[in-house]
């Protein structure tokens, strides 16, 4: 069954790379330079694809075929193209971990085995637009 984000008419790992392409800094450079109206529509459909690519992440992956899960690897975030733990992000945002659990629950996360985990590019953007308002 396809799941699809709105906005994103993406899923899996389409999502996924569509976000990684997006999150190069030449292609950053490059959507900087959009005229104000394309920026206008670009941004939900970007945010859309971020999310779209968090739930890809964020998915359980069957072990060898079996109805069992285990947590996704490489959560321990080493770089931004990981996924995130809330008290991760947490620190790299500057705000509590209830706070991230609010935004994770408002489409920058997905929960899994009961844990919210992060999109490493979707928090380093919000990170940089934070920045960017202060």
Not at 57 to 68: I, N, P, T
Not at 72 to 90: K, M, N, Y
Request: glycine share 10%; charged share 25%; hydrophobic share 50%.
């Amino acid at each position: 069954m396809d799941r699809f984000v709105r906005g994103a008419l993406v899923d899996g790992v389409s999502a996924h790379l569509l976000d990684r392409l997006l999150a190069d800094a030449r292609n950053v450079r490059l959507l900087a330079g959009l005229p104000s109206w394309m920026a206008v529509e670009f941004a939900p459909v970007r945010e859309a694809i971020g999310r779209a690519a968090a739930e890809y992440l964020a998915r359980a992956v069957a072990v060898a075929g079996s109805a069992e899960t285990v947590e996704p690897v490489g959560v321990a975030a080493s770089s931004p193209d990981d996924l995130l733990t809330c008290a991760q992000a947490a620190v790299l945002l500057g705000v509590s971990e209830r706070r991230v659990r609010q935004l994770a629950a408002r489409g920058l996360g997905s929960k899994h085995a009961g844990r919210w985990w992060l999109s490493g590019p979707l928090v380093e953007t919000l990170r940089e637009e934070r920045r960017g308002c202060g």
